[in-house]
């Protein structure tokens, strides 16, 4: 069975930094598309950040500069490092994987990825800044 679980999340200080994780069990191939979106109370799911299998990332332009995405294909887990963190970047953050292995999500620039690409989903870990 397939399964993604996040952690790392928690209550910082505007300016502070966090690292989320994505651990994936399940299967082991390591061309699939991973992301990270978010959802803060009262509004829609928005994609953050995606990385694929050659190492291509994207980002939404409200966290470029601030926030990394990475991943372990050893470790077969997947990272989000959150610098210089804003109270408006409060929200449940969740990993997702694309939907085949072989098919890149196209990005708009700017954008971050689309949540309508990605087919499994972990259970989320809130982050809170707190200004």
């Known amino acids: 069975q397939v399964q993604l679980v996040e952690s790392g999340g928690g209550s910082v200080q505007a300016g502070g930094s966090l690292r989320l994780s994505c651990a994936a069990s399940g299967y082991t191939r390591s061309t699939y598309s991973m992301g990270w979106f978010r959802q803060a109370p009262g509004k829609e799911r928005e994609g953050v950040a995606q990385?694929?299998?050659?190492?291509?990332?994207s980002y939404v332009d409200s966290v470029k500069g601030r926030f990394t995405i990475s991943k372990d294909n050893a470790k077969n887990t997947l990272y989000l490092q959150m610098n210089s963190l804003k109270p408006e970047d409060t929200a449940m953050y969740y990993c997702?994987?694309?939907?085949?292995?072989?098919?890149?999500?196209?990005?708009?620039?700017?954008?971050?990825?689309?949540?309508?690409?990605?087919?499994?989903w972990g259970q989320g870990t809130q982050v809170t800044v707190s200004s």
């Open positions: 990385i694929d299998s050659d190492g291509s990332t």
């Open positions: 997702a994987r694309a939907r085949t292995f072989w098919f890149r999500p196209p990005v708009l620039p700017g954008t971050g990825p689309n949540a309508g690409n990605f087919d499994v």
